[in-house]
């Protein structure tokens, strides 16, 4: 049986050389393996403020990205091979195995929630292409998901031209692949991906018409087989020549056929691979990842015995499959990866890497229009199809939709052509190229693609104008991300949200031509049923969920205004999107009712458009806020209307003050409940601390009166008054927490981490004997928190004389949350005790035996070796702690 240091050894050199025989990475032989994952998000951020807002449903976590991440693609990043008693033997980086593709609104997700995930998949393509002489596992994907044979031709272009600048600029070199939203494509889409470079793609294999070997000089002629029913075989790649087509018909028409000439010299062609949908339907829908030995088992039923120089057996499904939708199923691939396939003899490659050493002999003609999730071509984005529908409910939104949307587009057109070329030389070219704004958005990189683009020296009003052009023509393409047809009902979120996205695109042509296309839409939209009957059709739909979640300048510094009341903001500070500069701020106080006003200058980031506000809010107490914001009018009157305001508060009254504000500010106000969620939450949380904070001390005051009665009922086995013991758990879970946020407060002094952590030891302790289960969602992160900061000290940081004790304080922290049951991820901790290990424990461990001779170490070892020994005991005691198989080195070290 394998150590757990050749394990780790054999993952880090996955050393696919072991093969007999000529080098395989270089020569096309034998069995090769290639797992596709598309990983895709629809993009979730309000149009208004860049960012996603809390989504309930995807509760504990604050949205569903987030949710995802945690259980899909983090654990991809650090993927663990387990032994028998779970601890861990290996963690390796899947990106690095996996062939993949990523959104690109994704991508640009990751990079700022975990910015450690991201660097790890740009590190696995680094990787992937030195394993792979220089073919990286990542391909690039259409920008948003828009299904591309429903695209007209400019918009095809700017999918194409936006994923391929996103992919260049995280990898840092030219994708060769292009994965394509629901693989939907069609011949005009296909010579959009020709033309722009792409040199691959990915299909089902049900999307093939027929294949014959490609004609050569000794073999001038070949035979057609049809494959339509998905019998094409998909071991090996295809070219798809780019013919001229026999008829002048509709490039989106499924009538459209190619001319099946021989000679395809000069033509331009596209190379294909065509996934097993067989093992690829398994993978989503049964067991086969249930463990690594049933995957290598399906993918074996594969392997055709023909005696063929090489094969590759691809399969390809969603990347979320890998630990979202059948949890802990990276652990299979992991294994599978680094040992299953090795000892097959099975070569683990990307498609760019096959295509170097085994170019296509075979060429394919393709259905005309087609995609890998509907039976009827791309119908499920634009028909009632049935295709995603289930129960009573219909889809015939679907084409309503559709053609709502499109009418927005094409309105849009032109005036994006004639107010465009008052600002840009090329407006559709400057449009192609706002990726790299849409990737950079600080004022230096807008300032020099607005000076690239532009027909002359902008003033600052038309380079805002200029931008909202821009972002209306973003919104414009947001608003066909595919999600938005895939499902049953036009009002959930996914639809909700292509709306927002339509709805923006309408307001920015407003504002920069004054063409309000609302009506006109709405129209459109009363036309697509809805199966809810609340909302009926979908312009109800849009005006109870999209209107009412518009945002608008006042909004936002309604926010700033009822958020300074309790966070103490600096001259300059970013809300969401918008740069705030404070320019004026006082705040007074009067018995219960508190007054500030102020003004200031808010700058989106995205539009540069910016308004010079000023406000007035008053709190009442309690949950009771009003606001007021009005355009600044000058220094002397914003200098009158904050002296009236104030003078307003001496009376002490809280309807002269509201009274004051309304004849200064007019009618218009606002609460907390027009505050965005995330804000309005904390700011309840905040005013329900001194309520709380009295009725722990009322638990706390019963709980100790009532100790003795408590332990009586506890003694006797009878069930404890419920009053009784909510009261103990109150009581219990507030004292822990205190200590708990105090234990995280300390700066390093044993004496006083041991008096905490003793404290935490003794409720644990109390908790259990009362039976009390502790209700605090606070602890478990505060815990991790507080374990991995240690953990990382102590392993970066360790002093030999103080080391037992850094152990054993780290491993009681540990205990403690067992004990309440506390559920504490390891994850991170166990991911930085490995990455150790590899790199300072094991080598120490190597130096300290090499350097003292025998089996063991006994008395005449020399008295600093047995200081370095009892130190490297220390750190393995601790990985064992943290479930890490350090079996092997700590039964040597002995």
Same mark, same amino acid.
């Given at each position: ?186 011949? @005009? ?61 509709? @490039? ?161 057109? @032109? ?480």
């Amino acid at each position: 049986m394998n150590s757990a240091a050749d394990i780790a050894s054999s993952i880090a050199k996955n050393d696919v050389s072991a093969h007999l025989g000529p080098d395989p990475l270089k020569t096309a032989t034998g069995v090769y393996v290639t797992v596709h994952g598309h990983f895709y998000q629809p993009p979730r951020e309000n149009p208004y403020l860049d960012a996603i807002e809390r989504q309930p449903s995807a509760s504990p976590f604050h949205d569903w990205n987030e949710r995802i991440h945690h259980e899909c693609y983090r654990p991809n990043a650090f993927a663990r091979i387990l032994n028998d008693y779970a601890d861990v033997v290996g963690i390796v980086n899947n990106y690095e195995y996996l062939s993949f593709n990523i959104g690109a609104t994704l991508m640009s997700w990751l990079e700022r929630y975990d910015v450690e995930v991201y660097q790890k998949i740009l590190e696995a393509d680094r990787k992937s292409a030195e394993r792979l002489n220089g073919h990286g596992n990542a391909i690039a994907q259409v920008y948003n998901h828009i299904i591309m044979p429903l695209a007209n031709e400019r918009d095809k272009y700017t999918q194409i031209r936006w994923g391929i600048e996103d992919f260049r600029s995280r990898f840092g070199r030219m994708p060769e692949g292009m994965w394509l939203a629901e693989t939907a494509v069609d011949y @005009p889409t296909l010579e959009v991906l020709v033309a722009e470079g792409i040199k691959f793609i990915i299909l089902a294999p049900s999307q093939a018409q027929r294949c014959r070997m490609i004609p050569t000089d000794e073999q001038p002629v070949t035979q057609w087989l049809e494959v339509g029913g998905s019998q094409i075989d998909p071991t090996r790649p295809y070219r798809c020549y780019l013919k001229a087509t026999l008829s002048n018909s509709d @490039p989106l028409s499924t009538s459209s056929t190619f001319a099946s000439n021989d000679d395809t010299t000069d033509t331009p062609y596209i190379d294909i691979f065509f996934y097993d949908g067989p093992i690829s339907r398994d993978m989503g829908f049964n067991d086969v990842l249930s463990s690594s030995h049933h995957l290598v088992g399906r993918i074996g039923q594969a392997v055709r015995g023909d005696n063929r120089p090489s094969q590759l057996i691809s399969v390809a499904t969603d990347g979320e499959t890998f630990g979202h939708h059948k949890g802990g199923t990276e652990k299979c691939l992991a294994y599978a990866f680094t040992e299953e396939f090795r000892s097959r003899g099975w070569t683990v490659t990307n498609f760019a890497h096959y295509l170097s050493i085994n170019p296509p002999t075979w060429e394919v003609e393709l259905k005309p229009v087609t995609a890998w999730s509907c039976a009827h071509g791309v119908d499920r984005w634009q028909e009632d199809c049935g295709c995603g529908g289930g129960g009573s409910w219909n889809q015939k939104w679907r084409r309503p939709l559709r053609n709502a949307l499109n009418w927005v587009r094409d309105q849009l057109v @032109p005036i994006f052509e004639e107010t465009g070329r008052k600002f840009f030389r090329d407006p559709w070219l400057a449009r192609d190229e706002y990726i790299k704004v849409i990737r950079d958005r600080s004022p230096a990189n807008i300032d020099r693609f607005l000076t690239r683009h532009r027909v002359r020296k902008l003033s600052p009003a038309e380079q805002i104008d200029a931008l909202r052009l821009l972002e209306m023509q973003r919104h414009a393409l947001l608003m066909y991300t595919s999600c938005g047809w895939f499902f049953e009902e036009l009002s959930r979120p996914e639809g909700v949200q292509i709306l927002r996205y339509a709805s923006r695109a309408i307001e920015l042509a407003g504002d920069v031509a004054g063409v309000q296309l609302e009506k006109g839409f709405l129209k459109r939209l009363g036309m697509a049923p809805s199966n809810v009957e609340f909302f009926k059709h979908g312009a109800e739909v849009y005006r109870q969920l999209v209107l009412s979640a518009q945002i608008s300048f006042k909004q936002v510094a309604a926010q700033y205004a009822i958020s300074s009341l309790f966070t103490t903001y600096p001259q300059q500070q970013r809300l969401y999107c918008y740069d705030v500069h404070q320019l004026d701020y006082q705040l007074q106080r009067m018995g219960s009712l508190t007054v500030a006003v102020g003004q200031v200058r808010m700058v989106s980031e995205i539009t540069w458009e910016s308004e010079h506000l000023v406000f007035a809010v008053l709190h009442l107490g309690g949950w009771d806020f009003h606001c007021c914001i009005q355009t600044f009018a000058g220094r002397r009157a914003y200098s009158q209307l904050k002296d009236k305001v104030f003078a307003s508060l001496k009376q002490a009254s809280a309807a002269h003050a509201i009274l004051a504000m309304s004849e200064l500010f007019g009618n218009q106000s606002f609460s907390l409940q027009n505050l965005f969620a995330e804000e309005r939450h904390r700011i309840m949380r905040l005013l329900s601390q001194e309520t709380l904070a009295r009725l722990d001390k009322l638990y706390a005051q019963v709980y100790r009166d009532n100790y003795g009665v408590l332990m009586a009922f506890q003694r006797d086995e009878l069930p404890v008054p419920q009053e009784l013991q909510v009261a103990a758990e109150v009581a219990l879970g507030h004292r822990f927490l205190k200590s708990l946020r105090a234990l995280e407060q300390e700066t390093g002094e044993a004496q006083q981490i041991n008096r905490h952590l003793a404290e935490l030891e003794a409720i644990a302790t109390e908790a259990n004997n009362l039976r009390c289960k502790l209700n605090m969602p606070e602890a478990r992160p505060t815990l991790e928190r507080l374990i991995l900061r240690s953990l990382w000290n102590l392993l970066h940081d360790a002093n030999p004389t103080t080391l037992a004790g850094d152990v054993q304080r780290l491993q009681r922290m540990i205990e403690v949350s067992d004990r309440l049951n506390l559920g504490l991820s390891l994850d991170r901790c166990q991911e930085l005790y490995f990455s150790c290990l590899q790199s300072h424990i094991v080598p120490q461990c190597l130096e300290a035996l090499q350097s003292q001779p025998g089996d063991n170490f006994g008395d005449a070892a020399m008295p600093e070796t047995l200081t370095r020994i009892a130190v490297l005991r220390s750190l393995l005691q601790l990985g064992q702690k943290l479930a890490v198989d350090v079996s092997v080195w700590f039964n040597q070290m002995a």
